[in-house]
């Protein structure tokens, strides 16, 4: 980490630190309660693994490929920061605003992917419980189909696959050897804007909603939006922009 240092004028200086694309200017005065250049040297030296001085003759605008004449008493430092070592209070003044941006924005990825996580396995915003009694609990059941079907795993086993049409809802339910107290589901699709969903994003919200709360699409088209997690993803469906679908395709195995 390159870090250039600068006498202006009497009683001022010039800090400029670049950490790979970013750059750092800090400027302070006699009346800005800021840490002196060897208040500065000092702490640098207990946190620098090696440091080099170099009176190269260049300035600020040289350093930065431009042009310019090298104020007097200037001296560039370059520093490279051990991971292990404590950063001290004296230092923080300048690091802060690299380190806690950052930060944020390393919380704010690991926020978006555990939020397109728990919505794309289970981003309604009800209880579906885990049987078909719980299931009929949620409305009125305007229709419903079964079929059975051999369980991949277990030989002889005949599994049932149900599904249940609300209104604007539709459930498809998978209940291994028929036991309807164990309920597994395979897709939810929601159509209406009665029925709730995670993070404000039901029927009749948003394209831009969508894209503000999950970030961008693992696909799209003109009037669908993708989104897949670890194991399940979720289909958009939009009208004019906004959403006239959902559909959760979730693990089964």
């Known amino acids: 980490m390159p870090a250039y240092f600068f006498k202006l004028a009497e009683n001022q200086r010039l800090v400029i630190v670049k950490y790979k694309r970013f750059v750092f200017r800090i400027s302070y005065g006699p009346n800005d309660h800021k840490p002196t250049d060897r208040t500065l040297e000092e702490t640098f030296n207990r946190m620098m693994s090696t440091v080099k001085f170099k009176n190269d003759g260049l300035s600020p605008n040289q350093l930065f490929k431009r042009t310019g004449p090298l104020p007097s008493g200037s001296t560039r430092m370059r520093i490279r920061l051990p991971l292990t070592r404590r950063i001290t209070a004296g230092a923080l003044f300048f690091l802060s605003t690299f380190v806690f941006g950052a930060a944020a924005l390393a919380q704010d990825r690991l926020t978006r992917s555990e939020r397109l996580n728990d919505f794309t396995s289970s981003g309604w915003d009800f209880k579906t419980g885990t049987s078909l009694a719980d299931l009929n609990r949620l409305g009125k059941v ?8 051999p369980n991949p795993h277990v030989r002889g086993q005949m599994d049932e696959s149900r599904v249940l049409f609300f209104d604007g809802l539709i459930i498809d339910a998978y209940f291994p050897a028929k036991n309807y107290s164990d ?10 804007r009665k029925w709730p969903v995670k993070y404000g994003l039901r029927v009749g919200a948003s394209r831009t909603a969508v894209t503000q709360s999950l970030g961008d699409p693992n696909e799209k088209t003109h009037s669908t939006a993708k989104y897949c997690g670890v194991s399940s993803c979720v289909i958009f469906s939009f009208q004019n922009g906004y959403i006239s679908k959902i559909t959760w395709d979730l693990y089964l195995d």
């Open 142 to 149: 305007l229709r419903q189909k079964a079929s059975t079907r």
């Open 183 to 192: 309920l597994l589901l395979s897709s939810v699709t929601i159509t209406k």
